[in-house]
């Protein structure tokens, strides 16, 4: 599971560095889930582009850090009315409605320069005008309007699975309801709350439920908007802005991305554009500096990284307290989604329990997300209600991403088909592995397929023959395509990334080998990326006893893979023909078609998929997650 956690981000680094301009392209069904939160401001369509501004920077998926306050989406021409009526419900703004039929572009195409002169000129004249009143004061003045506070109605009821965060915001909930008896006690109440957890785990819900259960108003700004900002612009806003929350006191104000301006000033190289972010950091420290919480002003920060964050920012006085927002556990998940699904008609066969423990790992944004697609799947089959296998279904595309429409030849599906059907072999005949709950080869981001296995849930301790259940699983994609062609291909790239990095920390960190005895020899336990590093604190005698320990284990274990595929090879076959006619198998149909016993039910079953042939390779740290021993 970690691993398709891991690959998204990767993708998402690689498709969008950070600092690419801020407008994101959104699948069309991210961009209605957005719709129906209430998260979209305004849209522009031409045809079927559609461009639009969110009401606050976000994602195009929880787990990528991309946040960008607009972006594009491609409306399908099946989609039909129903968005209209959406739009009004959700009050958002329809700036324009074009159809680009070829006439018009003609027309454009013939006025258009004239156009752009005649624009320019507006522009011009507008410009002379407003910098005859004050220039580039009134510039940041006027963007003021953005900080128009809000009144989230949001409470306390509608965040779940983040308690400790929860409670240790309920002191800052107080003191703003009755500042006065905080006044007359002289406590010390902290001026500024870092809230740090990853993408979608909830600081900005949080914040905004801070402000509705003290009843004040809500400012907001995200610090990547400054980022791109004419130099002066920004530290002229928060001035702005702190003017006005003072104003309005008692008063949250919420700085989404701290890390975006924040960053420690000795790290990273100085550009040019780092003067903007300078002048702006320096501007929320002025200001924090400038009052007294006591005045009933607190600024809550979110940042998913505070370990970069300049320790200016951190003394005390600014943001000296520290809230983590971590991922939710079983019974936060399960809350979570019992949260989202309030208004949704479920089945009789949804077990929310149940499904909170087939999705570790996965954070609010991404279990409202699940809701969302979910939801949208009942709808498209016209059922009445949610049924468990809708939220199966929808859970890899939460994981993976939308299907990707590519056409693949029969070569290559055959191939991915065999592959898959090897992970998914091996994952029911090892009796240590866990149980399979889907196969299916519809491509999805990278992945060409995928195999999703249930591990238990927040399991602290792996035992050896799991973990090597795990790496004989990881290789039965490669395994199946010897056995069947007899060549191998580059599509098992990530899943052999995955094994080494299993069969190795077995070595080094787990003692799993003899010949290297129980020692721990990697450098820092929490930091996984650090054994690929090559700083060691061992011989270089030790280093190749170590490599040689790895290959071993992989090597027993790929043969394993091979001779059990062999013996079940009229299986693999069969497993392999139902995938290729049917594209997606549930656990029930894989045991049918396989006549292989289900798993005992033991255990509660969590998701993690064994990630399928990737299209091009990605390395993927993949690792059972949590300190074992
Ligand atoms: P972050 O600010 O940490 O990136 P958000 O607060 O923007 O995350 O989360 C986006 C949405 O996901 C929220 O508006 C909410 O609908 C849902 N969500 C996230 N975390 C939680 C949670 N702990 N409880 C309930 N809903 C959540
Ligand atoms: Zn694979």
């Known amino acids: 599971m970690g691993i398709f956690l891991a690959l998204n981000l990767l993708v998402a680094n ?48 929880a787990k ?88 989230p109605s949001a409470t306390f009821t509608d965040v779940a699975g983040i308690e400790e965060a929860k409670a240790e915001l309920e002191e800052i909930v107080d003191f703003l309801r009755q500042p006065a008896k905080y006044e007359r006690l002289g406590g010390e109440v902290p001026k500024g709350v870092l809230l740090v957890g990853l993408p979608g785990t909830g600081k900005t819900l949080l914040a905004r439920a801070v402000a509705g259960e003290a009843g004040v108003p809500f400012f907001s700004i995200s610090a990547s908007e400054f980022i791109e900002m ?109 949260i989202h699904t309030r208004g949704v008609p479920l089945g009789d066969d949804v077990d929310l329990n149940n499904l909170a423990s087939q999705t570790p790992g996965l954070v609010g944004a991404e279990l409202r997300n699940l809701v969302n697609e979910a939801a949208l799947l009942a709808a498209r089959k016209g059922r009445p209600a949610v049924t468990m296998a809708d939220f199966t279904e929808s859970l890899e595309k939460v994981l993976l991403g939308a299907a990707r429409q590519i056409v693949l030849s029969a070569d290559d599906r055959e191939r991915t088909a065999y592959h898959e059907s090897g992970h998914a072999l091996l994952g029911l005949l090892v009796p240590e592995a866990d149980p399979v709950r889907r196969v299916s080869i519809v491509p999805r981001g990278r992945a060409l397929g995928v195999t999703v296995q249930s591990p238990v849930d927040d399991r602290q301790n792996y035992p050896e023959s799991y973990l090597r259940a795990r790496i004989v699983g990881a290789l039965g994609g490669r395994a199946a395509e010897k056995l ?51 700083q060691h604190s061992y011989s270089e005698a030790t280093a190749q006893v170590i490599d040689a320990e790895v290959r071993r284990i992989v090597e027993e274990c790929f043969e394993k893979a091979l001779m059990l595929l062999d013996e079940n090879r009229e299986k693999l076959v069969a497993l392999t023909g139902a995938l290729l006619k049917e594209e997606s198998l549930n656990e029930e149909q894989i045991l049918q078609v396989t006549g292989l016993a289900a798993k005992p039910k033991a255990l509660p079953p969590p998701i993690r998929g064994i990630d399928g042939r990737v299209a091009a390779g990605e390395p993927e740290p993949a690792v059972p997650s949590a300190g074992a021993g």
């Open 14 to 61: 690689v498709l969008f560095p950070p600092s690419s301009p801020k407008t994101i392209s959104l699948p069309y069904n991210v961009f209605i889930a957005n719709l129906k939160a209430g998260d979209v401001t305004s849209i522009t369509s031409t045809g079927n582009a559609i461009q639009g501004t969110f009401r606050h920077p976000t994602a195009a998926s």
């Open 64 to 151: 990528s850090s991309n946040k960008a306050l607009h972006f594009t989406t491609q409306m399908p021409t099946f989609a039909g009315g129903q968005l209209e009526t959406l739009l009004e419900q959700h009050n958002v703004t329809i700036n324009a409605q074009v159809q680009s039929t070829p006439a018009l572009l003609e027309l454009l195409y013939s006025f258009g320069p004239t156009l752009l002169f005649l624009l320019i000129f507006i522009w011009f004249i507008r410009r002379t005008a407003s910098s005859a009143n004050g220039g580039l004061f009134s510039l940041g003045r006027s963007q003021a309007r953005l900080y128009d506070p809000e009144r």
């Open 230 to 338: 004419v130099v002066g612009v920004g530290a002229s806003r928060v001035r702005d802005l702190f003017a006005k929350a003072k104003a309005a006191a008692p008063a949250i104000i919420f700085v989404d991305e701290l890390d975006a301006i924040g960053r420690s000033r000795s790290v990273g190289p100085s550009f040019g554009g780092h003067d903007e972010r300078e002048q702006t950091l320096n501007q929320i420290l002025t200001e924090m500096d400038g009052f007294d919480s006591r005045q009933g002003v607190i600024v809550l920060a979110a940042t998913n990284r505070a370990d970069v964050l300049d320790s200016a920012l951190l003394r005390p006085g600014r943001f000296d307290r520290r809230v983590m927002v971590l991922p939710p556990d079983r019974v936060g998940r399960a809350a979570i989604l019992k």
């Open 484 to 534: 069947i062609y007899d060549v191998v291909t580059t599509g098992a790239e990530s899943d052999l990334q995955q094994v080494t990095s299993i069969a190795r920390q077995m070595v080094v960190r787990w003692g799993m080998s003899p010949k290297i005895g129980p020692l721990n020899l990697s450098e820092d336990p929490s930091d996984q990326s650090s054994m690929m590093m090559s």
